[in-house]
């Protein structure tokens, strides 16, 4: 068996939203932002080997797991082996089975930052003919999302509504570089009972920027193109001018940004950082077009009373007609 494999998904689901503050214009002293709605593509390498999960080796002399056996959790993160940084899963595949048995130590980061380092020593797969160490890690991921606010004079954006988390462990995962590319949509699957539908395209070769962060609320970069044909900007909506009642919402269908009737539903006033409020598609041209919130809308701005209110983050299962929304303030703030 492999202790090490590389994983390489495109998840779909990671639905990115991305905002940048419009400067400091100010109206009664609200900041401007420029709403987004169109899609985009990320390329994200971890800052370190993602582990998502231990494995037994086999062995002559039985089963065992060096990484599990020494510590090693899943969610926390590989930084280096015996003093070398590594980026990618091939390396620390490479470094295990270099040392021949001989005891290594890992660089290990848990997922509060906390670093500490661990001796484990390889044992010889008899399966693979390799030294082994019992582990498996995530280096890379790549998605499909939407703009939710841009910068126009600095580039800089904040995004999503929620962190890219790794699709098997739900942990953050940790930005190495992060690459904004174009997509092209190319399909739309429609939502159905406890299947949510999706965003479905191919991602263009020209790098558009860059995230730094990836934090629970969202994350945040610099455009270095910013998208064409942008909106005027919208004052951002305190929470507390948040209500029940009807607002709309940005995104792109066919090719281009459209505005859309949907519902509050439901406005959370202490729900902490994310699922601020319930929201449902009204609008049937967009109930048509995707079936309700489909994975790829996730920071899809909403707009209430003509100021940015928040983005799309997460749909229903149960009902792909609604969905969470974020507010704006918690993406600002985590900025």
Not at 201 to 222: C, L, M, S, W
Request: hydrophobic share 40%; glycine share 14%; charged share 20%.
């Amino acid at each position: 068996m492999k202790s090490i494999y590389r994983f390489t998904f495109l998840i779909l689901c990671a639905c990115i939203c991305v905002g940048m503050l419009s400067g400091v214009e100010v109206s009664a002293g609200r900041q401007k932002l420029i709403p987004g709605g169109m899609n985009f593509g990320v390329k994200f390498f971890t800052d370190g080997l993602l582990v998502v999960g231990t494995a037994d080796v086999t062995t002559s002399a039985g089963l065992c797991s060096p990484a599990k056996d020494c510590g090693i959790k899943v969610k926390e993160t590989i930084i280096s082996a015996d003093g070398k940084k590594l980026a990618t899963s091939e390396e620390l595949l490479s470094a295990v089975d270099q040392s021949r048995g001989k005891e290594m130590v890992l660089a290990v980061r848990n997922s509060d930052g906390a670093e500490r380092q661990v001796k484990v020593t390889p044992v010889l797969s008899t399966e693979t003919g390799k030294w082994c160490i019992g582990v498996w890690v995530r280096d890379s991921t790549a998605g499909i999302g939407t703009v939710t606010y841009i910068n126009g004079f600095t580039g800089d954006f904040g995004g999503l509504g929620h962190g890219i988390c790794d699709v098997d462990t739900g942990a953050l995962m940790p930005v190495g570089k992060a690459y904004v590319v174009d997509v092209n949509i190319t399909a739309i699957d429609k939502g159905d009972i406890r299947v949510p539908g999706e965003l479905k395209g191919t991602f263009g070769k020209d790098v558009r920027g860059e995230i730094f962060k990836n934090t629970q609320t969202g994350v945040y970069g610099n455009f270095s193109t910013l998208p064409a044909s942008l909106r005027q900007p919208l004052e951002v909506a305190k929470k507390k001018e948040i209500t029940e009642g009807k607002a709309t919402v940005l995104c792109q269908i066919n090719g281009k940004v459209g505005e859309y009737d949907i519902e509050i539903v439901k406005v959370y006033k202490d729900s902490g950082e994310t699922k601020n409020f319930l929201i449902r598609v009204t609008d049937p041209d967009l109930l048509n077009a995707t079936g309700g919130i489909v994975q790829g809308m996730s920071g899809s701005p909403i707009i209430q009373n003509g100021r940015l209110a928040g983005a799309v983050t997460h749909v229903l299962v149960n009902d792909h007609t609604k969905g969470y929304g974020i507010f704006i303030e918690n993406m600002l703030d985590a900025q």
